[in-house]
Nanobody, 125 residues
Framework: VQLVESGGGLVQPGGSLRLSCEAS????????VSWFRHAPGKQREGVSC????????KYINSVKGRFTISRDNAKNTAYLQMNNLKSEDTATYYC???????????????????WGQGTQVTVSS
């Protein structure tokens, strides 16, 4: 059972990145998928969540209008398209799965059972 993130990197402010989260050893379509990020000196925070069918999506206010979460259950993969990146988006980004297929009211870490290893996103000029 594994989640593997990819797509991170160094980008200038205003740039874009697309993160991928590929599941192996289990079927992603039974789970909601969230993206979290963890910046140095800050707590890990939930950024966005997509429910198992992809019909219910939520974002934190700071990324609304800039980030888009999606999933392709046939490919067992979820994505986070990040546009107009800002320096404050710099963090290690993780994907995680929530059993039951729904996102829940808030991003409670212990409600997530599988986590990826993280991918670094650095926004700097």
């Amino acid at each position: 059972v594994q989640l593997v993130e990819s797509g991170g990197g160094l980008v200038q402010p205003g740039g874009s990145l697309r993160l991928s989260c590929e599941a192996s050893g289990f079927m992603l379509d039974a789970y909601a998928v969230s993206w979290f990020r963890h910046a140095p000196g800050k707590q890990r925070e939930g950024v966005s969540c997509i429910e198992s069918e992809g019909t219910n999506i939520k974002y934190i206010n700071s990324v609304k209008g800039r980030f888009t979460i999606s999933r392709d259950n046939a490919k067992n993969t979820a994505y986070l398209q990040m546009n107009n990146l800002k320096s404050e988006d710099t963090a290690t980004y993780y994907c995680a799965t929530r059993p039951g297929g729904t996102c829940g009211v808030s991003y409670i870490l212990y409600e997530y059972n599988y986590w990826g290893q993280g991918t670094q996103v650095t926004v700097s000029s």
